[in-house]
C-alpha cells in the first residue's frame, strides 16, 4: 500500500493532465483521475511491466474517461441558450470568438483517432511530442507528423466551412 501511495503521488498530476487535455473540465478531470487511480490499485496485479507505469495509468484513465463520457452522452439532453438578452457593447466579437471556438471543437471532435486524441494531448494538455508518441507506442517523430497532419485537416475544413 505504501509503494501505491507513492506512485499516486508521482503519477497524479501527470495523469490529471493528461485526463484535463481530454475533457477540458477540472472537476471531471479529478473525479475520472481518482476513478482511474481506484482502478489501478484494484488490478495493480495486472501491470505486467511491458509498458511505464505512467502509460498504463493513462490507458486506465482514458478508457474510465471514454466510458463516463458514453454514459453522459446519452443521458444529457441538449439545451437551448438564449442570448436575446445579452447587450454588451462586445457581445458580438466575443459572441464570434466563441463559435469560432466551437466550430473549431466541432471540427476536432470530427477527426479520426488517433489525430483527434494527438491533437488534443499537444494543445490542451501541452504534453511534449515525446510522451505522446509514448502513450500509443510510437516515436517522437510519429507524433509530430499526426500532430501536423491534423493541424493541416482542421485549417483546412475550418476554411472550407468558413467561404
Not at 49 to 75: D, P, S
Request: include cysteine.
Amino acid at each position: 500500500m505504501a509503494d501505491f501511495e507513492r506512485i499516486y503521488t508521482d503519477h497524479f498530476p501527470s495523469v490529471y493532465k493528461y485526463v484535463f487535455s481530454l475533457c477540458r473540465d477540472p472537476a471531471l478531470a479529478e473525479e475520472v483521475t481518482q476513478e482511474a487511480f481506484y482502478k489501478a490499485m484494484m488490478h495493480m496485479d495486472q501491470f505486467d511491466g511491458t509498458c511505464q507505469l505512467y502509460v498504463w495509468l493513462c490507458q486506465i484513465a482514458k478508457n474510465t474517461y471514454f466510458t463516463l463520457f458514453q454514459k453522459q452522452k446519452r443521458h444529457v439532453p441538449e439545451t437551448e441558450a438564449s442570448l436575446s438578452h445579452q447587450t454588451a457593447p462586445d457581445f458580438e466579437r466575443e459572441l464570434m470568438d466563441q463559435e469560432t471556438a466551437r466550430r473549431l471543437h466541432v471540427l476536432l471532435h470530427q477527426l479520426p483517432e488517433p489525430y483527434k486524441e494527438v491533437f488534443s494531448l499537444r494543445i490542451f494538455g501541452e504534453l511534449p511530442f515525446a510522451q505522446i508518441g509514448e502513450l500509443f507506442g510510437k516515436t517522437d517523430s510519429w507524433a509530430r507528423v499526426i500532430f501536423y497532419r491534423a493541424k493541416t485537416k482542421l485549417r483546412r475544413d475550418f476554411d472550407e466551412n468558413t467561404v
